[in-house]
């Protein structure tokens, strides 16, 4: 059961679980109601084993990092990060074999490839390149602070390949507003608050991130500014959607903005604490699941 609980962890599981929303609302907005059974099934099916594989695979491509980290003493500032909520880095600790994560990492890209090809085989193209943006991001970690792009991309594959799988050929004005939103969600929520949660350790260790290269004072603009355009985009996203039922939906997936993203960020932005960076991370990990039980309700109004 321990050796189960670090594969879990490796995956970032709590974490990917709440990703699995982003698809999910993606397939409601556009799909305009509850998507066959067929689909609803497999489609978990492959997200489960999408975010499984992909996390794990971070952690992979960065084990020299985080091994190097870990030897002088990293990971000393945990606190209540949702990646942490099991164990971060198992492999690095000694924890996981590689080879058992190579094994693990293997076997859930197998099945997200099978998943998505049955969904609609541009799937398979879509979960391909979010796997290799995934590795250039790492690949990325002492080299450039614009790695946060591919990330920001990496998080809207998903959500876009939902899409795909509900209908062969959706809105491009859908996919963009969604890719869009989805982009500085990631970047302004997830992303660039995680660097800054480890700020001492990355300018220890010489990472190239934006809290590292540009200060607190522009992360936490560039934060701010991003679910600014978040927030906006998302009301734009209601407009485009096939649900019909605005007039619900959108007031309440604009409190849902303001609460788990743009207060936090103002805190942030205004106290430049590593602790307000983690409420933030923490908050807009949740905003793709409100924004799913919103628009669900929406649906079954």
């Given at each position: 059961?321990?050796?189960?609980?670090?594969y879990?962890?490796?995956?970032?599981?709590?974490?990917?679980?709440?990703?699995?929303?982003?698809?999910?609302?993606?397939?409601?907005?556009?799909?305009?109601?509850?998507?066959?059974?067929?689909?609803?099934?497999?489609?978990?099916?492959?997200?489960?084993?999408?975010?499984?594989?992909?996390?794990?695979?971070?952690?992979?491509?960065?084990?020299?990092?985080?091994?190097?980290?870990?030897?002088?003493?990293?990971?000393?500032?945990?606190?209540?990060?949702l990646?942490?909520?099991m164990?971060?880095?198992?492999?690095?600790?000694?924890?996981?074999?590689?080879?058992?994560?190579?094994?693990?990492?293997?076997?859930?890209?197998i099945?997200?490839?099978?998943?998505?090809?049955?969904?609609?085989?541009?799937?398979?193209?879509?979960?391909?390149?979010?796997?290799?943006?995934?590795?250039?991001?790492?690949?990325?970690?002492?080299?450039?602070?614009?790695?946060?792009?591919?990330?920001?991309?990496?998080?809207?594959?998903?959500?876009?390949?939902?899409?795909?799988?509900?209908?062969?050929?959706?809105?491009?004005?859908?996919?963009?507003?969604?890719?869009?939103?989805?982009?500085?969600?990631?970047?302004?929520?997830?992303?660039?608050?995680?660097?800054?949660?480890?700020?001492?350790?990355?300018?220890?260790?010489?990472?190239?991130?934006?809290?590292?290269?540009?200060?607190?004072?522009?992360?936490?603009?560039?934060?701010?500014?991003?679910?600014?355009?978040?927030?906006?985009?998302?009301?734009?996203?209601?407009?485009?959607?096939?649900?019909?039922?605005?007039?619900?939906?959108?007031?309440?997936?604009?409190g849902?903005?303001?609460?788990?993203?743009l207060?936090p960020?103002?805190?942030?932005?205004?106290?430049?604490?590593?602790?307000?960076?983690?409420?933030?991370?923490?908050?807009?990990?949740?905003?793709?699941?409100?924004?799913?039980?919103?628009?669900?309700?929406?649906?079954?109004?």
């Amino acid at each position: 059961m321990n050796k189960m609980k670090y594969y879990l962890a490796l995956s970032r599981t709590p974490h990917g679980i709440l990703d699995m929303a982003t698809p999910a609302l993606a397939a409601l907005l556009w799909h305009g109601s509850i998507p066959p059974v067929r689909i609803i099934l497999l489609g978990l099916i492959t997200a489960f084993a999408g975010y499984t594989a992909v996390y794990a695979l971070n952690d992979l491509v960065d084990y020299r990092h985080d091994r190097k980290k870990m030897e002088q003493g990293g990971f000393g500032h945990l606190g209540a990060d949702l990646d942490a909520v099991m164990v971060r880095h198992p492999l690095a600790q000694g924890l996981l074999s590689v080879q058992g994560a190579l094994l693990w990492t293997s076997v859930w890209a197998i099945i997200a490839l099978a998943g998505a090809f049955l969904l609609n085989p541009f799937c398979v193209v879509v979960f391909l390149c979010a796997a290799l943006l995934e590795t250039l991001y790492c690949l990325l970690w002492d080299t450039s602070p614009f790695r946060t792009l591919a990330s920001g991309t990496v998080k809207t594959a998903g959500p876009m390949a939902a899409a795909f799988a509900v209908d062969p050929h959706p809105s491009p004005v859908f996919l963009l507003t969604l890719f869009l939103w989805l982009f500085f969600w990631e970047i302004g929520g997830q992303n660039v608050p995680n660097d800054w949660t480890d700020l001492e350790e990355d300018r220890r260790f010489k990472a190239k991130t934006i809290p590292v290269q540009l200060g607190t004072h522009w992360a936490g603009t560039i934060i701010f500014w991003s679910l600014v355009l978040a927030v906006v985009l998302n009301g734009l996203l209601m407009s485009l959607t096939r649900i019909g039922v605005e007039i619900l939906a959108m007031p309440l997936s604009m409190g849902a903005g303001f609460f788990l993203l743009l207060l936090p960020a103002y805190r942030l932005l205004k106290t430049g604490g590593r602790r307000q960076a983690l409420v933030l991370f923490n908050r807009a990990s949740y905003y793709p699941l409100t924004l799913l039980l919103i628009n669900s309700l929406a649906v079954l109004v």
